[in-house]
């Protein structure tokens, strides 16, 4: 398997993951300071993850235009920007400018959520999982980083608390632009690129398997989304844990989402896609039963890292199951319909989950994503004997 675009995804993975844990920390505090609704705490993150959904057909259209490497790199410095213009909230005391800061920003995780197909045209249909699984791993030194900006980097500049870690993420993302420049050509450019027709995407999109497939990756990133950005203001701002505490929870989470990946690939070609997913979806209905119980440090810590777990797997198998559904013609317009039901599902989430947790509080917002789990292990259930499942294992559903 091909090494050297794993490797520098993998690094690329790190820097967002970095960014994306610093905005998710601090997104709710620093707007529980500066809204003067408390309900709107967390609508910059909100209109972040608004943006990812927004911004993922014409993320996949500019890519299939000037190629991955071109739109991963223009990405970078749109992330760039948008920490210049969260620091400058800051400095303002601007929730506005927050609110704009976190749409600019999240504009970029639309590419970058797109990490993981670049990964897969890297290396040979078989090598997908494995491939995916080792990008999202460069998530793991994001959750160690992350927390430590944070942590440090608030008083760098003492006039202005938190405006050093953003400051930070603006030379880390104009590193992380360059380093896309050193890709190696993905599988379907250039001389790999076919000449065949694609079909038409109502086609692509009635597959069983498909549906089930973006099912599975929505609700996994819906889920986390909905239970991730309450936590840092139930826990630090409801019941008074302090930063260092939330954030060490966050981290956990973190790392319950990405250490999976040193060997979800492994296991999804040897006990099967269907039945990891099946996995995750379970070990996200236990993260909600263990919320239901309190929320006391440990309740938190518990059911944040098996949300993060949960969310590994049914996503990381999500995405592979979305790859057996197309040819490498027809990639952009079938990411690009998994890619914005996925991130439209986080965005209505993170919408909903400052006002839930504000009116109803924390019982209730682990209440809600039952119905959807439980559609989602049923749809799995349903495929699990379709044909396409039996290119990555055969024998096994």
Known sequence: MPLRNIIILTLCQLISATGAIIMVTLGGIIGSKLASDPTLATLPISIMVLAVATTTIPATVLMRKIGRRRGFSLASV???????????????QSFGLFVVAGGVFGINMAFTQQYRYAAAESVAPEYSPRAISYVLLGAIGGAMVGPEL??????VIPEVQYLGSLVALVGLYIVQSM????????RGEGSDASDRQPRRLGEIARQPIFIIAVLGGATAYGVMTFIMTATPLSMHVHDGFALDETAQVIRSHVLGM???????????????????????????VAACLIGLQGHTYMHYWYALVLLGIGWNFLYVGGT???????????????????EFSIFGTSAAASLLAGTIIHLYGWYTLVVVPFPLL??????????????????LQPGIA
């Not at 749109?78 to 303002?92: P, Q, R």
């Not at 250490?259 to 006990?271: D, E, K, T, Y």
């Not at 592979?320 to 998994?338: D, H, K, P, S, W």
């Open 374 to 391: 439980v559609i989602t292990l049923a749809g799995l259930y349903y495929v699990r004997r379709d044909p396409l499942v039996a290119r």
């Open 320 to 338: 592979t199951m979305v790859t057996l559904t197309y040819a490498i013609e027809e990639r952009f317009r079938a990411q690009a319909v998994n």
């Open 179 to 186: 380093l896309f420049f050193a890709l190696d050509p993905l």
């Open 78 to 92: 749109c992330a760039a920007l948008g920490s210049c213009i969260a620091g400058g909230a800051l400095y303002y």
């Open 258 to 284: 990405y250490v999976p990946s040193l060997f979800a690939g492994h296991l999804i070609q040897r006990f099967g896609v269907i039945r990891m997913m099946a996995i995750g979806g379970l070990a996200l």
């Open 150 to 155: 944070v942590k440090y980097g608030q008083y």
